[in-house]
């Protein structure tokens, strides 16, 4: 569940400051990260905000990377002044009835103006522009627009213009559907609270209302609101707040609230319905006459207990008290790391990365020995659909870029999250004209697996080589759910995308017969909801150039005689290749019998060959899945990529995202309609872009209690080498050994080891093998930005 409102957020929203940052959470801003050496582990105070990007082995600047803070001062300053028509107040002023800058991010390049510098053509970057975004709050109607502000340096040649959004006729504004959110707080709590008495002899409690922190009162839960007939309407749930963790999504009570939340005026807005016990009230009166009279049927309320804590801090297992393996990492990293220029390079794979606050980490300019093989890979969008027989389970649908999944990323735990001995770089958000600085969110490391690259046995010998790969890894986390995005590196050229989730699950109220339609029982009262999570990818993919070709390769079974057959058909089976000629959507095939290739027609490896990139699903929970079914009302036309598996499409300059994060409120006309991107282009030998699915049909059951394991809920894509070398890449790199054997007499004749080994011991740093946590869950560290004073940019 994606509640808007959860009690750290309750108690956040009434300080002044955190008014502002509580609509700010809902959109999107990219942000450059400021990356900590933990060679020096300096404290947050000491952090400088601007730093030389050079490099010995970087190879040129990162024109992705976020903007410096004196470019974040200079366009706040530029645009305060000259924008008079935006009727701007500075934010730290602002309430939610005022107009003002709520984020602001580079407007990256376009790929056209990006590869001219990257491929040499130019030795000048780019011009720089900003991309800010505005929330109107002085008109009736609240709405958000964003503007592009450059170029940059600010000088008289800098302009302000609107966001042009493509296939759209007409610059429109996005609504707010929730325009002033401490109002909507304090008016359902308003509602619960006139009906506490029979919430009191229902479920057991009460609403915890006016700064009430009772850990066994009621809590509201907000489905995601949509607009009908002109109206504003969205359904609530009543939950337990949770004694021993932030379990709510695990103790819904069976009881809901239809409100239509309608304009700015809480005096205005309507209970619509009440729902409880399979019976629908049209109104407070008619619940109240129902509950008073004779007969009327009470459930059982959901309580909190022992099955909802996830730690075990009693348990008698023997084994856990001893030491269990880890990772050491004796010689230190073997990739080489800028974190100010945010470049990578490791065993002939070389990339940079940025950071946005509704994405989290693209990649750009990714490279294997040389030859780039994508311009851009990154996360789009991440959706979770539900189903259910009550108003909240069976409609509920989640964006989740709304909410952030860049400013959703936690702080990692050494020794947990990552090996103890990973670097760990942290991000920056500007928000509300503030910088916040977010530490450990990104690890980057090098890991071996517990099964070989490689292996070989003869009479004579064995051959077998180490498989090491590079992760780079964060962790988002939105609501109940933690998401662990992993871009892994493969010595062969492979790229792995990989996405994991863990966390509570969202419930439903047991209703015997009725809600095991959609899941499981669980508990006493509470039962599994099943539900769709389906996460969109962009590749961007330039093999050996950005003429690129989609293949399609069927393995299909034949009949077929050979001279050698003497005239008999033989059932066998044979390859059928395919082009791609035009824009479509995909499915992954019955039985793994179709591959898809990208290739170059252009560039042939030794063989004559075709050399390209194969895309296919990876490690995790089966195949990758997309929606389970179509036309959810909650959904609209806002998430059309989660349709089917992939996609291919011709990349163009204006199609930069596959969603808008404020395609959540504008679910039947969003900003970025996916669907209007596939309009029958030809393909063949155009820039293309693949846009594929991870996710699972998620069927929870007890095993999902407390919380979900990530290695059941696992997906992943594999980006692998197909006839893109002569011969297999990981043989220059991997580390390995031939062991020649004796013969009949036996043992060892002799050992050769490829690459290096440890002959003797070695010598570790305990920092980099045991987890020290004492610096975990440091203070945010918070600058503002508008109005400013110089020394702010030293802080």
């Not at 935006?86 to 990256?108: K, P």
């Not at 493509?166 to 401490?182: G, K, M, Q, Y």
């Not at 939340?261 to 399979?278: H, S």
């Not at 959507?585 to 042939?604: D, E, H, K, L, R």
């Amino acid at each position: 569940m994606r509640s808007l409102f959860t009690p750290r957020l309750i108690v956040a929203a009434v300080t002044g400051v955190l008014v502002v940052n509580l609509t700010v959470f809902f959109f999107f801003s990219q942000a450059a990260p400021f990356f900590v050496s933990r060679e020096t582990n300096p404290t947050a105070s000491s952090l400088p905000l601007n730093f030389d990007t050079s490099s010995n082995f970087v190879p040129r600047q990162n024109i992705w990377a976020d903007l410096s803070d004196r470019e974040v001062v200079d366009v706040l300053k530029h645009v305060h002044s000259v924008a008079s028509d935006l009727n701007l107040t500075a934010a730290v002023n602002a309430t939610l009835w005022d107009n003002f800058i709520h984020g602001i991010e580079l407007s990256r390049p376009t790929k056209k103006d990006a590869l001219r510098f990257i491929t040499g053509l130019s030795e000048k970057p780019t011009p720089r522009y900003a991309r800010i975004a505005v929330h109107h709050g002085t008109s009736s109607e609240v709405y958000w627009d964003e503007y592009i502000v450059g170029p940059l340096p600010v000088s008289e040649d800098t302009k302000i213009n609107p966001v042009e959004y493509p296939h759209r006729t007409e610059i429109e504004h996005a609504r707010n559907l929730v325009p002033d959110a401490i109002a909507f707080k304090h008016w359902p709590y308003s509602i619960a609270q006139s009906v506490a008495d029979i919430t009191q002899d229902l479920l057991g409690s009460t609403i915890n209302a006016d700064g009430k922190l009772d850990p066994d009162g009621l809590e509201m839960s907000f489905r995601d609101p949509w607009v009908q007939d002109g109206r504003i309407l969205r359904w609530c749930s009543f939950q337990r707040a949770g004694s021993r963790a932030e379990a709510g999504t695990l103790l819904p009570q069976g009881l809901y609230v239809k409100l239509d939340t309608t304009g700015r005026d809480p005096n205005k807005w309507k209970v619509l319905r009440w729902y409880y016990n399979g019976h629908l009230y049209n109104s407070t009166e008619d619940f109240r006459a129902a509950w008073q009279s004779p007969g009327f049927e009470k459930l059982p309320p959901n309580r909190d207990g022992p099955w909802t804590t996830i730690e075990e801090f009693s348990s008698q297992v023997y084994e856990r008290e001893k030491p269990a393996p880890i990772m050491v990492h004796a010689g230190g990293p073997r990739y080489q790391l800028d974190r100010h220029a945010q470049y990578v390079s490791w065993m002939g794979f070389t990339f940079y990365w940025s950071f946005a606050q509704a994405t989290g980490i693209t990649l750009f300019d990714i490279r294997f020995q040389g030859d780039r093989i994508l311009y851009e890979l990154g996360l789009q969008e991440a959706m979770a659909q539900y189903a259910g027989s009550d108003p909240l389970q069976g409609a509920a649908a989640y964006l989740d870029s709304f909410f952030g999944m860049g400013r959703a990323m936690f702080e990692l735990v050494p020794g947990y999250d990552c090996p103890a001995y990973a670097d760990f770089m942290d991000t920056i958000i500007y928000d509300a004209e503030h910088t916040q600085r977010r530490q450990k969110t990104i690890c980057l490391f090098e890991y071996t697996a517990d099964y070989p690259l490689q292996r070989h046995s003869t009479s004579f010998y064995v051959s077998i080589s180490r498989n090491n790969y590079l992760v780079l890894r964060t962790t988002a986390v939105v609501g109940n759910y933690d998401y662990t995005v992993d871009y892994v590196f493969y010595l062969d050229g492979s790229i792995e995308i990989k996405v994991r989730a863990s966390g509570y699950i969202q419930g439903a109220y047991l209703v015997p017969g009725e809600t095991q339609e959609y899941g499981y029982r669980v508990h006493d009262q509470f039962s599994t909801s099943m539900h769709d999570h389906v996460i969109n990818f962009k590749a961007d993919f330039d093999i050996i150039g950005s003429q690129n070709t989609l293949i399609k390769v069927d393995i299909e079974p034949k009949t077929k005689s050979y001279p050698w057959s003497e005239g008999e058909g033989l059932h066998t089976m044979g390859l059928n290749r395919i082009p791609i000629s035009k824009e479509c959507g995909f499915n992954w095939p019955a039985n793994s019998q179709s591959m898809y290739i990208v290739t170059n027609n252009q560039s042939q490896n030794k063989w004559g060959e075709t050399r390209g990139y194969r895309i296919m699903p990876g490690s995790g929970m089966g195949t990758p899945s997309h929606l389970a079914f179509e036309g959810s009302r909650s959904l609209g036309r806002a998430a059309m990529w989660a349709t089917k598996d992939l996609w291919v499409t011709k990349q163009k300059d204006d199609e930069v995202r596959s969603a808008s994060p404020r395609n959540a409120f504008n679910t039947d006309q969003p900003m970025v309609d996916f669907s209007q991107y596939l309009d029958d282009e030809h393909i063949e030998q155009e820039d293309l872009v693949i846009w594929f699915n991870l996710g699972n049909h998620h069927v929870p059951h007890s095993g999902d209690i407390p919380n979900t394991l990530q290695h059941t809920s696992s997906s992943s894509v594999m980006l692998v080498p197909f006839n893109f070398h002569d011969r297999d890449a990981s043989r220059k790199s991997a580390q390995g050994v031939r062991v020649d054997l004796a013969g009949k007499n036996g043992g060892i004749a002799k050992a050769q080891f490829f690459g290096h080994h440890y002959e003797h011991g070695f010598v570790l740093d305990e920092n980099h093998v045991i987890s020290n946590l004492t610096a975990y869950g440091a203070q945010e560290h918070n600058v503002r930005k508008f109005p400013y004073t110089e020394d702010m940019l030293s802080m």
